[in-house]
């Protein structure tokens, strides 16, 4: 799987690269507009092996910006830095809640394609980047942060819709292609996140 997600990583930084030395050429195609994102994010833990592990989605939300690296009339690469609050909950049989907080720094890397006007189609691979971590029941907040590892490769898949004027809209799905948990034979644990939100892009130069 990280085999897969490097070269996936690579052909997409690659494509990058060409479109910003493309951009210098007099009649070419490319350019860049900046832009800032937030939304909501519906986020879980896939638990795998362990069959007393039974969460619910948590609501939280993602924030940060990006560069919209337009190659084409129908194909972009769009890199992202986002701030992004995951985890999961459950109701335990005292009534009482426990909630998983994970604060990640995600950096994803997407290929877009354009279809009809203002419409995208997206999917590329996502660093993610574990800052802190912590589990709380009740009144009871525990830091679980020594028990995950400290990077997440995922894929992301989504679509987006753009308006003349730069505002957007997006909806996106993040699969965890690699194990999370740190903690030896204890199954493997993966991120699982729906992200939802709204963005703007300034003016491509």
Do not use: C
């Given at each position: 799987m990280k085999t897969i997600f490097f070269a996936g990583a690579m052909t997409l930084t690659v494509m990058s690269m060409?479109?910003?030395?493309?951009?210098?050429?007099?009649?070419?195609?490319?350019?860049?507009?900046?832009?800032?994102?937030?939304?909501?994010?519906?986020?879980?833990?896939?638990?795998?092996?362990?069959?007393?592990?039974?969460t619910d989605s948590k609501v939280s939300f993602h924030a940060g910006g990006l560069a919209h690296i337009h190659v084409s009339k129908y194909f972009a690469v769009q890199p992202e830095i986002?701030?992004?609050?995951?985890?999961?909950?459950?109701?335990?049989?005292?009534?009482?809640?426990?909630?998983?907080?994970?604060?990640?720094?995600?950096?994803?890397?997407?290929?877009?394609?354009?279809?009809?006007t203002g419409f995208r189609l997206e999917t590329g691979p996502q660093l993610g980047i574990l800052t802190a971590a912590s589990q709380k029941s009740g009144k009871i907040s525990v830091d679980i942060k020594d028990n995950l590892k400290p990077i997440d490769f995922s894929w992301a898949f989504g679509v987006g819709y753009v308006t003349p004027s730069g505002f957007g809209v997006d909806a996106r799905y993040n699969v965890g292609i690699s194990n999370i948990n740190d903690v030896p034979n204890s199954g493997s644990i993966n991120n699982r996140v729906f992200q939802a939100?709204?963005?703007?892009?300034?003016?491509?130069?």
């Amino acid at each position: 799987m990280k085999t897969i997600f490097f070269a996936g990583a690579m052909t997409l930084t690659v494509m990058s690269m060409q479109a910003q030395s493309h951009k210098d050429r007099k009649h070419s195609d490319a350019n860049v507009a900046f832009g800032i994102k937030g939304g909501v994010n519906i986020s879980n833990l896939h638990f795998q092996n362990n069959n007393n592990v039974n969460t619910d989605s948590k609501v939280s939300f993602h924030a940060g910006g990006l560069a919209h690296i337009h190659v084409s009339k129908y194909f972009a690469v769009q890199p992202e830095i986002m701030y992004s609050n995951q985890g999961y909950k459950y109701d335990e049989s005292n009534n009482t809640t426990t909630k998983a907080r994970l604060h990640y720094i995600n950096v994803p890397v997407l290929a877009q394609f354009m279809v009809g006007t203002g419409f995208r189609l997206e999917t590329g691979p996502q660093l993610g980047i574990l800052t802190a971590a912590s589990q709380k029941s009740g009144k009871i907040s525990v830091d679980i942060k020594d028990n995950l590892k400290p990077i997440d490769f995922s894929w992301a898949f989504g679509v987006g819709y753009v308006t003349p004027s730069g505002f957007g809209v997006d909806a996106r799905y993040n699969v965890g292609i690699s194990n999370i948990n740190d903690v030896p034979n204890s199954g493997s644990i993966n991120n699982r996140v729906f992200q939802a939100g709204v963005f703007y892009q300034f003016a491509a130069h």
